[in-house]
């Protein structure tokens, strides 16, 4: 077994465990020219693509290499990872970001066959697929004829008012009109009277809360002897004295 | 007052949390178990008898013990509150209810004292908890009662009171923040129902910020993840002192704002880089989800905050909270509202947010900010966290317990006093 077929099993497992599947659609034939693997996982398609990268020029085509998945995938699968075998961990730091940016994921494939998920990547569509069946069709067109009669009811009705006489719509406008004047003086009132209790509580609120702030309130506090021996939020505590107060 | 010898010894405190139950009797801190429960009796017999059990449902620290052995764990495993509150018709949350209110007493039941006759125990749940649910706890406590003699007295009262009682203060305002509501209750020796104000929202608005940007910075697997969407909000969210300066100092210098996250168990890390300016959206959601940079976000599919409907009025699901504070407490007579304003305490998880060194100029803490507010309002307040946010609401509760006398009955009408052995079971 060539050591390429070694890591894509190795692949296969990482995501065998989390009960992924292989798809072997031939819908996603074209795809398989340049990826390695098309798993699924539940209902999102995810492209693999395995690349090895021993040396640090292979490294900077990993940067134009995640543009080139996005290019070849985009739209046909909802996630993509690139797996990467041979780099150091450290040295792909610089990457991260083409990454994060491109919504790619990243997987780390190490010299013991070790899998490991560096970056999550990010849904790259969504789905909408509406079914219309025959007999749904027929509905919408049944609705349809239905609500072109209302329509043409309704336009009936209309030319009706219209052949109102031209004294009383002109008397039923007036009296709109001045409807209209009324309700906008009335709202202009609230406002202002809203506008006048506000600042009339403000006011307040500063005269007096200054006052009181100064003012101590005397309470009730519980005497030490009371409440001598019982933990310490109960003494001192005038709810003690308050409550004693509640009889039936 | 004098405190009887008897009660000093069997006062007892239960706050019924979403996530967790804080029960006890008298002492300086509560035990805390998780308010869930397994239920065993759907599960094969042969795993039972490996583990020796007979209990059909499971509570407390043991819970933990079977989840490992137990296949498809979460078809067993119920959590049996949402927002604090229980579905009335919900009987396995009812169950699991039922059990750790027992596992409670019989961790704590006196043995050998010949005069324990029962504690007197008091019961905090939700502000917005509704009659059937005081109901259902009563029933508990008094079918507890019947089988173990551990309940002489119950009573049930409103978490933020409780919080309001811990906190050593008769008039004040309590914000109480979780993972999907918020409840401003103003208090004033008793909570006033009438100004309570509820928002829809709490946390999760932060927790939904915070699985966008992890999106936007390429980590959308990771973004359907609870926990981990949590552990990054937890860890790089701040709030702003103001949204636009923050973003403005954050993208001018984003070296200093830089914020990176290690994924805890691997070696990858999240580096926010240069949208490290989006941390002061976490912290911003929830005091002002109304911001305009949001809309963006709501547009894309995040879902806003539903209002809330209280008889005529409509409370915006994204009304800042200081605005949200002062229709609170608008409600309340304008002698009372000064009063109100000197003590606002912020109480729950979602207020416990930190202000990284060198960054003080542009990240304030939660009571800074609804301070901040307020004062653009107009409104000089004093604003506070509660000073124990695990363990105020138990705390009150205890008082509560401590304080009340045996002649105060309960009353559906004031939702106050005790039900009583011999008297109402």
Not at chain 1, 66 to 93: F, H, R, T
Not at chain 2, 266 to 281: H, N, P, Q, V, Y
């Amino acid at each position: 077994m060539s050591a390429r077929s070694l890591l894509l099993s190795k692949i296969r497992d990482y995501f065998a465990e989390r009960e992924w599947k292989e798809v072997s659609s031939p819908e996603y034939e074209s795809l398989k020219k340049f990826f390695d693997l098309i798993m699924q996982d539940g209902n999102n398609i995810v492209a693999i693509k395995l690349v090895f990268a021993f040396s640090p020029s292979a490294l900077n085509e990993l940067r134009d290499l995640v543009g080139k998945c996005l290019n070849v995938a985009y739209g046909k699968v909802d996630k993509i990872y690139i797996a990467v075998c041979g780099a150091k961990p450290v040295s792909l730091l610089n990457l991260k970001n083409s990454f994060l940016s491109g919504g790619v994921g990243l997987l780390i494939v190490h010299e013991d066959g070790r899998v490991e998920e560096r970056i999550y990547p990010r849904a790259l569509r969504e789905d909408l697929k509406i079914f219309v069946s025959g007999k749904a069709v027929e509905e919408l067109r049944s609705a349809l004829e239905q609500l072109k009669v209302r329509v043409q009811a309704l336009e009936a009705k209309i030319s009706g008012l219209e052949e109102l006489r031209a004294g009383e719509h002109e008397k039923a406008m007036l009296a709109v009109s001045d409807l209209a004047r009324r309700v906008e003086k009335l709202e202009d009132k609230v406002s202002r009277l809203f506008q006048e209790v506000e600042r009339l509580k403000r006011s307040y609120y500063q005269r007096v809360t200054a006052r009181e702030m100064e003012t101590p309130v005397s309470l009730t506090e519980s005497s030490t002897s009371e409440a001598e021996g019982l933990p310490s939020f109960v003494q001192g505590n005038p709810w003690l004295s308050l409550l004693s107060k509640r009889t039936g | 007052m004098a405190i009887s010898e008897y009660r000093r010894k069997y006062a007892y405190g239960e706050d019924y949390g979403t996530s967790y139950f804080k029960f006890g009797p008298i002492a300086e801190k509560p035990e805390v178990i998780e308010n869930r429960g397994l239920f065993l009796e759907e599960v094969s017999s042969v795993v039972l008898k490996i583990f020796g059990v007979t209990k059909k449902v499971v509570v407390g620290p043991d819970v933990s013990r079977y989840m490992g052995s137990i296949e498809d764990v979460s078809r067993y495993l119920v959590y049996p509150m949402k927002d604090g509150l229980v579905d009335r018709n919900d009987e396995r949350a009812w169950r699991v209810l039922y059990e750790i209110t027992r596992y409670g007493f019989e961790r704590f039941l006196p043995a050998g004292k010949s005069d324990f006759q029962g504690f007197y125990v008091t019961a905090a749940l939700s502000a917005i908890a509704p009659d059937y649910m005081y109901e259902r706890i009563f029933d508990i406590h008094v079918r507890i009662d019947e089988e173990l003699k551990a309940v002489k007295a119950v009573t049930i009262i409103p978490q933020p009171l409780a919080v309001a009682i811990a906190q050593k203060s008769v008039t004040c305002v309590v914000v109480e923040s979780g993972h999907g509501n918020t409840q401003i209750t103003p208090i004033s020796m008793y909570p006033i129902r009438r100004a309570i104000v509820s928002l829809n929202r709490g946390g999760a608005e932060a927790d939904a910020i915070a699985a966008e940007i992890l999106k936007d910075l390429g980590y959308g697997d990771r973004a359907s993840e609870e926990k981990f969407v949590r552990m990054f909000k937890e860890a790089v969210g701040l709030i702003p002192r103001d949204l636009d300066e923050a973003i403005k100092k954050a993208k001018e210098d984003p070296e200093r704002f830089r914020a990176r996250f290690k994924i805890p168990g691997t070696r990858i890390e999240i580096d926010m880089g240069a949208k490290s300016w989006m941390r002061f959206l976490i912290g911003e959601i929830i005091f002002n989800p109304e911001h305009e940079i949001f809309e963006s976000f709501y547009s894309k599919g995040m879902p806003r905050p539903r209002d809330t409907i209280l008889g005529d009025e409509r409370i915006r699901g994204t009304m800042p909270l200081g605005e949200a504070i002062e229709r609170a407490v608008s409600k309340t007579s304008i002698e009372l509202q000064p009063q109100l304003f000197r003590k606002i305490i912020l109480s729950g998880g979602n207020f416990a947010w930190r202000v990284p060194k060198g960054l003080e100029d542009v990240a304030v803490d939660a009571a800074t900010k609804v301070k901040l507010q307020l004062s653009s309002m107009g409104i000089n307040a004093n604003v506070e966290l509660a000073s124990d946010p695990m363990y105020s609401v138990w705390k009150g509760a205890i008082v509560y317990s401590l304080a009340v006398p045996d002649d105060n009955k309960w009353s559906w009408e004031k939702r106050e006093g005790w039900y009583m052995r011999g008297v109402h079971y």
